[in-house]
């Protein structure tokens, strides 16, 4: 089988409802789509989401088309790790960290997607499963909801069967914080998992003070406390705080998370398929986090489902409320894991 054509598409609107975390607005909906062709006839495809700019997922797809695209055409769609490298290796001199690992992790994942399909079975029956559904949270508790909109969400994400909720946190003082931390852990009770999430917005030593009032709080993890690229900040906070630190959302490939997990800068994994690189960048990324004991959490839900069916050490996948008219139910505050042939999630 060979690589024949690959088509790239774009949408880009604004979202209904904006959301906020500490250090952005999330005010729009937009998507780059891949298909990959082959001389047989089976196709894979992969969706790249962005949350705001209008412009990105444009971008993104003169990048796929004009220089990934043409590498990878007349390749075997099974070498996905021998592509990965070339492509890292063409990206190079421009810095493959940013819109060209999108574009490498777009890639990825439609040809994950193509070899599920040619076989006929899910990508992770490809990859090895370990569990046959994974746990799941809500994140639900954006900073432009008042304390009755995050009772509300709350209330909602447990009656759905959730087993915890995540809340956004660095939008104000320390005493909002707690207020509205607070109000949720009344809302969920304290068997709960309740975790925080600051999206970068504090330095060490503001972190290290919040930190300490969530832990108060009965926190599950204290997320992205810090700038991304801080590997030192992150090893003293977390030497410092019982609360475990989740981060890796805003790191860019396997590499990238080697410092992070051996100095001990995090508590819990949390790498994005986008940022990542995709399927196999994840899957890699879990399972040296596995060979330190370090659980991993998705961020976000969809594809990654795959990846934490496969790995020893998956706690939980990201995932917003369940749509009025889901055909997926909660089973015990999991996800049953998909049964489409290639990559799609419980969302697509």
Same mark, same amino acid.
């Given at each position: 089988?060979?690589?024949?054509?690959?088509?790239?598409?774009?949408?880009?609107?604004?979202?209904?409802?904006?959301?906020?975390?500490?250090?952005?607005?999330?005010?729009?909906?937009?998507?780059?789509?891949?298909?990959?062709?082959?001389?047989?006839?089976?196709?894979?495809?992969?969706?790249?989401?962005?949350?705001?700019?209008?412009?990105?997922?444009?971008?993104?797809?003169?990048?796929?088309?004009?220089?990934?695209?043409?590498?990878?055409?007349?390749?075997?769609?099974?070498?996905?790790?021998?592509?990965?490298?070339?492509?890292?290796?063409?990206?190079?001199?421009?810095?493959?960290?940013?819109?060209?690992?999108?574009?490498?992790?777009?890639?990825?994942?439609?040809?994950?997607?193509?070899?599920?399909?040619?076989?006929?079975?899910?990508?992770?029956?490809?990859?090895?499963?370990?569990?046959?559904?994974?746990?799941?949270?809500?994140?639900?508790?954006?900073?432009?909801?008042?304390?009755?909109?995050?009772?509300?969400?709350?209330?909602?994400?447990?009656?759905?069967? %959730? =087993?915890?909720?995540?809340?956004?946190? !660095?939008? &104000?003082?320390?005493?909002? @914080? $707690?207020? *509205?931390? +607070?109000? /949720?852990?009344?809302?969920?009770?304290?068997?709960?998992?309740?975790?925080?999430?600051?999206?970068?917005?504090?330095?060490?030593?503001?972190?290290?003070?919040?930190?300490?009032?969530?832990?108060?709080?009965?926190?599950?993890?204290?997320?992205?406390?810090?700038?991304?690229?801080?590997?030192?900040?992150?090893?003293?906070?977390?030497?410092?705080?019982?609360?475990?630190?989740?981060?890796?959302?805003?790191?860019?490939?396997?590499?990238? %998370? =080697?410092?992070?997990?051996?100095?001990? !800068?995090? &508590?819990?994994?949390?790498? @994005? $398929?986008? *940022?990542? +690189?995709? /399927?196999?960048?994840?899957?890699?990324?879990?399972?040296?986090?596995?060979?330190?004991?370090?659980?991993?959490?998705?961020?976000?839900?969809?594809?990654?489902?795959?990846?934490?069916?496969?790995?020893?050490?998956?706690?939980?996948?990201?995932?917003?409320?369940?749509?009025?008219?889901?055909?997926?139910?909660?089973?015990?505050?999991?996800?049953?894991?998909?049964?489409?042939?290639?990559?799609?999630?419980?969302?697509?």
């Amino acid at each position: 089988m060979k690589i024949t054509n690959v088509e790239v598409s774009i949408t880009s609107e604004a979202k209904d409802h904006p959301v906020r975390d500490a250090i952005q607005l999330l005010d729009r909906n937009g998507h780059t789509t891949l298909t990959i062709e082959t001389d047989e006839g089976v196709t894979g495809q992969s969706k790249i989401y962005f949350g705001r700019e209008e412009h990105s997922p444009a971008v993104l797809a003169m990048i796929i088309e004009r220089q990934l695209a043409p590498v990878i055409i007349g390749e075997d769609p099974a070498f996905i790790r021998g592509i990965r490298d070339r492509l890292r290796t063409l990206t190079d001199y421009q810095g493959t960290p940013g819109l060209s690992t999108f574009g490498m992790a777009a890639i990825d994942q439609a040809l994950w997607d193509l070899q599920g399909k040619a076989l006929g079975v899910p990508v992770w029956r490809l990859l090895g499963a370990q569990r046959s559904a994974i746990p799941t949270y809500a994140m639900v508790g954006w900073l432009e909801l008042d304390i009755a909109g995050l009772e509300r969400v709350s209330a909602k994400a447990m009656e759905q069967g %959730f =087993r915890g909720v995540k809340v956004k946190v !660095g939008g &104000g003082p320390l005493s909002e @914080d $707690l207020e *509205r931390v +607070g109000a /949720v852990r009344k809302v969920i009770g304290d068997d709960a998992a309740l975790m925080v999430d600051a999206n970068q917005a504090f330095d060490y030593a503001e972190a290290l003070r919040r930190g300490r009032a969530y832990e108060q709080l009965g926190c599950r993890w204290f997320e992205e406390p810090l700038p991304a690229a801080d590997t030192a900040g992150h090893v003293r906070l977390a030497e410092k705080l019982d609360l475990p630190i989740a981060t890796g959302e805003n790191r860019y490939g396997q590499a990238a %998370f =080697r410092d992070l997990i051996e100095r001990g !800068g995090v &508590g819990v994994v949390q790498p @994005d $398929l986008r *940022r990542a +690189g995709g /399927v196999t960048d994840c899957f890699e990324i879990g399972l040296l986090a596995a060979g330190f004991n370090i659980p991993y959490a998705s961020h976000g839900g969809g594809a990654h489902i795959h990846v934490l069916a496969a790995l020893p050490n998956t706690i939980y996948v990201e995932s917003g409320l369940l749509p009025d008219d889901s055909p997926i139910s909660l089973v015990d505050g999991c996800y049953p894991l998909p049964d489409r042939p290639g990559l799609a999630g419980w969302n697509d």
